[in-house]
């Protein structure tokens, strides 16, 4: 365990890239051999699996998928997480959280059983291809160049006015939960979004702490205020391990056990699929913001982040589970939340953290842990529908805001609205059409380009950066 040729990671010159082996476009590092395993990110991974548990009851009730399945396919989901950074994508990544509204809605469309597990197949499948073929021939960045401004932000406002819908509509989880969501919610926005507790992280270590956990405090908070107000109950921990159920889930929600979906689901999925790509889009800039400043500020370590690279993981992971279990919440390239606790870390020297590859490697190994201990597990359950509310709610919040500064102008402005919310009401098919004709009639030859009027020339590039980051 001691000898240099094993522990390769404590022979990284200054300024180099953290070692691995060369695998084609990848860059494979294991841990203990190319990098150093981090306890702190390690035991908050543990804990923080709570929210990939959170994607159980949107299986269990848009697909009838019993628990033991649904756990199977979070615990495979959770597996292919580690690819990212043993591949050499230096992340933490996580759900197509802003999509989850559009893909719920288009699904939704299927009579449940065997045709709506189709059509999440057929657009999980679609989604790995795109992603797939656009970073082998590094097209990403153009294609979403080509869509105009305002479709852009109708379709990531739409996203975010679905995510609250989903919540709130009739016979929503807020209907369900209605006191521990709206306490929950309160302290959520507080302690993500407000001016004040951002100050007060400043100037103590302990609300410091608090914050960088992101959602999780909350997730604790609800396992104890959603009892009280009798609206789940007390966790019954358990211990011992938990018990996927792989071959129910082989059998009823694969390919293997359904067969492929109708040619026609393929094509019904396209508009679906370009709406999740361009809030997905989003995510990989936000990594290469994150990682570049993280690259400054450490010039011990060079930090090699590939978009094209990142494409063909993330691509990968949602062909791959297209296949062997499909995923309501997909794969995306980042959890952007954990991903910055990480980041900033790692800022404060080698002695900290030593690689970006020992911290963003070792949560998600952590992660994998609590994912099996069924205490872990056993704690959450009661809550996971809460846990899912107050991620949707959060990324609407976000989505909406990202959503407007997309917008170049206010005639884009309002296009935006027009889709945001046709998309909420008809799906994306729809709302692509509806976007296409108005932007022809509203600006004709300018189709592509739009147009910026005073309105949004005010801070228009900083705008547009932060956007960018934060999608």
């Excluded at 657009?123 to 082998?136: D, E, K, N, P, T």
């Excluded at 391990?241 to 019904?268: A, S």
């Excluded at 499909?326 to 900290?352: F, I, N, S, T």
Aim: glycine content about 10%; proline content about 6%.
């Amino acid at each position: 365990m001691s000898s240099p040729k094993f522990n390769r990671w404590r022979n990284r010159a200054a300024g180099a890239e953290a070692p691995y082996t060369p695998l084609g476009p990848f860059k494979l590092r294991l841990p203990f051999v190319h990098y150093r395993f981090e306890l702190p990110d390690y035991f908050q991974g543990l804990l923080m699996c709570a929210v990939d548990l959170a994607a159980i009851p949107l299986m269990t009730e848009l697909l009838g998928m019993p628990f033991e399945a649904a756990i199977a396919i979070v615990i495979l989901n959770g597996l292919l997480y580690l690819l990212h950074h043993m591949l050499g994508d230096p992340v933490v990544p996580g759900w197509i959280t802003p999509a989850i509204p559009l893909l719920i809605l288009y699904v939704s469309a299927f009579p449940e059983g065997e045709a709506r597990v189709h059509a999440l197949i057929a657009f999980q499948m679609m989604l790995g291809i795109l992603a797939i073929v656009l970073g082998q021939t590094k097209l990403a960045s153009k294609v979403v160049r080509m869509i105009p401004a305002a479709i852009k932000a109708g379709v990531i406002m739409g996203a975010g006015l679905a995510a609250i819908t989903v919540v709130f509509s009739e016979g929503g989880r807020f209907e369900q939960y209605p006191f521990t969501i709206t306490i929950a919610v309160g302290v959520a926005f507080y302690l993500i979004f407000s001016k004040h507790f951002a100050g007060l992280q400043s100037r103590g270590r302990v609300w410091a702490t608090i914050g960088k956990l992101g959602i999780f405090p909350i997730i604790v908070l609800a396992i104890v205020i959603a009892p009280l107000f009798g609206e789940a109950p007390w966790p019954d921990v358990e211990w011992g391990f938990t018990k996927p159920d792989f071959v129910l889930m082989w059998n009823e929600y694969t390919l293997f056990g359904l067969g492929f979906p109708p040619l026609m689901m393929y094509l019904t999925a396209i508009p679906t699929v370009l709406a999740a790509y361009i809030v997905l889009f989003g995510d990989v800039l936000q990594s290469k913001a994150l990682l570049a400043e993280a690259d400054e500020v450490r010039s011990d370590e060079k930090i090699d982040y590939n978009p094209n690279r990142a494409h063909l993981i993330f691509g990968g992971r949602n062909l791959g589970m297209s296949v062997f279990g499909p995923d309501v919440v997909m794969c995306g390239p980042l959890w952007a939340a954990m991903h910055v606790v990480v980041v900033e870390r790692y800022k404060k020297g080698k002695a900290a953290m030593d690689s970006i590859f020992g911290g963003s490697g070792s949560f998600r190994w952590g992660t994998n842990t609590g994912l099996l201990l069924l205490p872990i597990v056993s704690l959450v359950q009661p809550i996971l529908g809460i846990a899912l509310a107050l991620t949707l709610l959060i990324q609407g919040y976000v989505s909406v805001r990202i959503g407007i500064m997309q917008a170049q102008s206010q005639r884009d402005l309002g296009i935006a609205g027009v889709i945001a919310a046709v998309l909420v009401i008809k799906g994306a098919a729809w709302a692509f059409a509806v976007g296409v004709l108005l932007c022809l009639l509203i600006y004709g030859r300018q189709f592509f380009s739009g147009e910026v009027d005073e309105t949004f020339v005010k801070d228009q590039q900083s705008s547009e950066k932060l956007g960018n980051e934060d999608e």
